[in-house]
C-alpha cells in the first residue's frame, strides 16, 4: 500500500559525491520516519541514517561529517548527500519508511566507488 521509489545512485570515483531520493506514495497518512539503509555485499545491512516526522536526526558513525539526511514532508521525499565517498561506501543503498507501525521497503539503489 506504500511504494518507494529510489534514485540517485551510480558510479563515483572516491572523493566524488552522490545525491539519493527516495519519495514515498500510495496509501499514506502519516509517517513518523524515514531513513537510508545500506547492505554491502557478504554483509549485514545497517543504518546509515534517519530523520523523523519531528525533525530528530541520527547518523551511523562511519558516515558522521559526511553524508547528510534530509526531508521535504510536502512530498513525502527524504534525500541522502553523499559526500567525500570511500571505497567502503560502496553498497546498495534501501530507502526506508516508518508508517502508521509499518515499516516499508524500497527496492535499492546502487552506489559505487571506485578505488
Known amino acids: 500500500q506504500v511504494q518507494l521509489v529510489e534514485s540517485g545512485g551510480g558510479l563515483v570515483q572516491a572523493g566524488g559525491s552522490l545525491r539519493l531520493s527516495c519519495a514515498a506514495s500510495?496509501?499514506?497518512?502519516?509517517?513518523?520516519?524515514m531513513g537510508w539503509y545500506r547492505q554491502a555485499p557478504g554483509k549485514q545491512r545497517e543504518l546509515v541514517a534517519s530523520?523523523?516526522?519531528?525533525?530528530?536526526?541520527s547518523y551511523s558513525d562511519s558516515v558522521k561529517g559526511r553524508f547528510t539526511i534530509s526531508r521535504d514532508n510536502a512530498k513525502n521525499t527524504v534525500y541522502l548527500q553523499l559526500n567525500s565517498l570511500k571505497p567502503e561506501d560502496t553498497a546498495v543503498y534501501y530507502c526506508?519508511?516508518?508508517?502508521?507501525?509499518?515499516?516499508?521497503w524500497g527496492q535499492g539503489t546502487q552506489v559505487t566507488v571506485s578505488s
Open positions: 500510495g496509501n499514506i497518512f502519516s509517517i513518523n520516519a
Open positions: 530523520i523523523t516526522s519531528g525533525g530528530y536526526i
Open positions: 526506508n519508511v516508518l508508517s502508521r507501525g509499518n515499516i516499508h
